[in-house]
């Protein structure tokens, strides 16, 4: 298994970034996906799923109406477009899905900052 994000940086407030997260060795097309993030000090907290087809999506209240979450299956990926980014949207981002057990990906960075 092994799960790779990108797309993070270093953004003012109100800005935007699209996250990437490309998948190997599951069936990705078969799982769902959900996104999480840490910010620093803080303990890792969800923030939006996709079902397998991406029919169906769910949001924390935190980024709901600002973040969308996509996936693409013939490129095993999944996305999340940052709109609207606070001060406090600055964390590590992770993609997962049931199917990856314990692993965690290494993460992508993005910080929110005047």
């Known amino acids: 298994v092994r799960v790779v994000e990108s797309g993070g940086g270093v953004v003012q407030p109100g800005g935007s970034l699209r996250l990437s997260c490309v998948a190997s060795?599951?069936?990705?097309?078969?799982?769902?996906i959900n996104w999480y993030r840490q910010a620093p000090g803080g303990q890792r907290e969800w923030i939006a799923f996709?079902?397998?087809?991406?029919?169906?999506?769910l949001y924390d209240d935190s980024v709901k109406g600002r973040f969308t979450i996509s996936r693409d299956d013939s490129d095993t990926a999944s996305f999340l477009q940052l709109n609207d980014l606070k001060v406090e949207d600055t964390a590590v981002y992770f993609c997962?899905?049931?199917?990856?057990?314990?692993?965690w990906g290494p993460g992508t960075l993005v910080t929110v900052s005047s």
């Open positions: 997962k899905s049931p199917a990856m057990g314990d692993y």
């Open positions: 060795g599951f069936t990705f097309r078969h799982t769902t």
């Open positions: 996709i079902t397998n087809g991406g029919g169906h999506t």
